[in-house]
C-alpha cells in the first residue's frame, strides 16, 4: 500500500501529527451570524480564529474513507455561539459520523428535501450520525475548544454553495445560559427586544 495507514493526534488540541490545519478566521464568516454589528466590531478588533480543520484524504476510490479532526474555539458573536460554516456533501447519500473527542458543544443537522432541524450533543464519548442530504454545523456551546473527528466516504464531496446562499433555517443562542435553538425569525425578534432592554437599561 502507499498511503498511510496510521494517525497520530491529540484529542486535547486538535493537533495533526504531520498535517497543516486549514485555519478558518471570523471574516469568513460574513452574513453567518445573527447580530452582524456584533460580527463587524469582532472581525474589527481582532478579527479572531474560529475554527481549523485538519483533513486526511489517504485514498481515493469506491469504498475508501476520509477524515479530519476538527477544532472549533469557544465565543460567542453577541448571544450566538461560534460555529463552523456548515455544508452538505457533493454526493447527497453519503452520510457522516462525527465523534466528540473533547469540549462541548452541538451538531445542527437540516434535511435538505424536508427542512426537518434537530441539535444533538457532541462531546467526549459521544458520536453523531449526519445521515445522507443532511445539512451539517458544528457549534461550540462551552468554555474550551470542541475537538471531534469526521468521518466520510471518500466520494462524499463538501458544498458549500447553499449554506453560502442561503444558511441555515435555525440558531443557537445563549438565553438564561444555556444553548436553545430557535426558528431564525424567532431568534431575530429576541435579539431586538435584547438590544431594546439593553439600551433602556443604559
Given amino acids: ?6 494517525t497520530q493526534f491529540c484529542p486535547e488540541t486538535g493537533e495533526v501529527k504531520g498535517v497543516t490545519p486549514q485555519d478558518r478566521y471570523l471574516d469568513k464568516l460574513a452574513g453567518k451570524f445573527l447580530d452582524d ?6 472581525v474589527q478588533n481582532g478579527n479572531p480564529l474560529v475554527y481549523s480543520v485538519s483533513s486526511l484524504e489517504s485514498a481515493h476510490g469506491d469504498g475508501q474513507l476520509h477524515y479530519g479532526i476538527g477544532k472549533l474555539m469557544p465565543g460567542k458573536i453577541g448571544s450566538e455561539y461560534y460555529f463552523t460554516f456548515g455544508h452538505l456533501h457533493a454526493h447527497r447519500p453519503a452520510a457522516e459520523v462525527y465523534v ?3 469540549g462541548q458543544g452541538l451538531m445542527l443537522l437540516q434535511h435538505e428535501i424536508s ?3 434537530q441539535v444533538q450533543p457532541l462531546k467526549p464519548n459521544t458520536v453523531v450520525y449526519v445521515p445522507g442530504y443532511t445539512a451539517h454545523r458544528t457549534i461550540n456551546t462551552g468554555a474550551n475548544p470542541l475537538i471531534y473527528l469526521g468521518v466520510y466516504p471518500a466520494q462524499a464531496g463538501h458544498d458549500y454553495g447553499i449554506i453560502a446562499q ?3 433555517d435555525n440558531v ?3 438565553v438564561d445560559g444555556q444553548p436553545v435553538m430557535m426558528d431564525r425569525r424567532e431568534a431575530l425578534a429576541y435579539h431586538s427586544n435584547q438590544r431594546i432592554q439593553k439600551n433602556q437599561r443604559n
Fill in 100 to 102: 466528540g473527542l473533547s
Fill in 172 to 174: 443557537v443562542l445563549e
Fill in 37 to 42: 454589528l456584533a460580527y463587524r466590531q469582532a
Fill in 166 to 168: 442561503k444558511n441555515f
Fill in 115 to 117: 427542512g426537518e432541524t
Fill in 1 to 6: 500500500m502507499i498511503f498511510p495507514l496510521l
